[in-house]
């Protein structure tokens, strides 16, 4: 059995040579849910110790059908730095990446701290603002194949996110309603609604705090939270245009 520090530098290596990895399951199918975020908590904790900046969290498995396909019945977490941050307007690197997918995400940036299991109301109260994102995760895993205890140790698949700059700040109860298109080189190829995110991605918001809890860490204000896909994820390749959209805004990046 590998150990927190060995699963951590292989997947570290692995991210830095973009090059793909078995997954630590397929040799070690004890892992464990508990042991994969110890291994997520000590590769944040390494980053900040190399002077990275926390910038706030993002959520995964956060629709119905993905949980029933890995049998949980919970959304999981990862963090996000500030060095993930891309500029639309300099694009991303494609050799970056082992398996790049892009998905649009409603992103909520905190206004107050808030910790422990907080009410929805709670959560409403703590919020800033809302803006769309789109997430540029990456899998460090051969083919894509994973299982839970795998993709949480992989920090839930993060790779990169670019976060629009038009913040609304009303009517948030029922932005899970609002439609979110997904194009590709001016292709659509996904469309959905937040809904898709635990009915709505104020639950998603809920289910992160109760998870920080167990750690005993809170949500500070500023933190962004990306609640997870809106749609199914898209593949991207250098030379593509990315373009997702909602009533609010449109937010375009392209691959180099």
């Not at 949480?152 to 700040?169: H, L, M």
């Not at 298109?181 to 809920?206: E, F, H, I, M, W």
Request: charged residues 25%; aromatic residues 8%.
């Amino acid at each position: 059995m590998l150990s927190e520090k060995e699963i951590l530098e292989r997947l570290c290596v692995a991210r830095e040579s973009a090059s793909p990895i078995t997954a630590f399951t397929v040799d070690n199918p004890d892992l464990s849910v508990e042991q994969a975020y110890r291994v997520q908590r000590l590769g944040l904790q390494q980053a900040l110790d190399g002077g990275a900046t926390l910038a706030g969290y993002k959520m995964g498995l956060t629709s119905r059908a993905k949980q029933v396909d890995v049998n949980v019945d919970q959304a999981i977490c990862g963090y996000l730095l500030k060095e993930f941050e891309k500029d639309p307007f300099e694009g991303v690197e494609r050799r970056r990446y082992i398996h790049p997918r892009a998905e649009p995400e409603l992103v909520f940036v905190m206004g107050k701290r808030v910790m422990g299991r907080p009410s929805l109301r709670e959560v409403v109260a703590a919020v800033d603002y809302v803006c769309i994102g789109l997430e540029l995760l990456d899998s460090r895993y051969e083919k894509f194949q994973f299982k839970l205890p795998d993709v949480i140790a992989d920090n839930t698949s993060a790779g990169a996110y670019v976060v629009g700059r038009t913040p609304v700040k009303a009517d948030w109860e029922s932005l899970r309603l609002k439609g979110v298109l997904l194009r590709k080189n001016g292709k659509l190829v996904q469309t959905g609604c937040p809904a898709a995110v635990l009915g709505d991605p104020l639950q998603s918001v809920r289910q992160l705090v109760c998870q920080l809890a167990e750690w005993e860490v809170p949500l500070e204000p500023g933190q962004l939270i990306f609640t997870g896909g809106v749609t199914a994820s898209v593949p991207f390749e250098s030379g593509d245009w990315l373009e997702c959209e909602w009533p609010y805004e449109k937010l375009s990046v392209g691959v180099r």
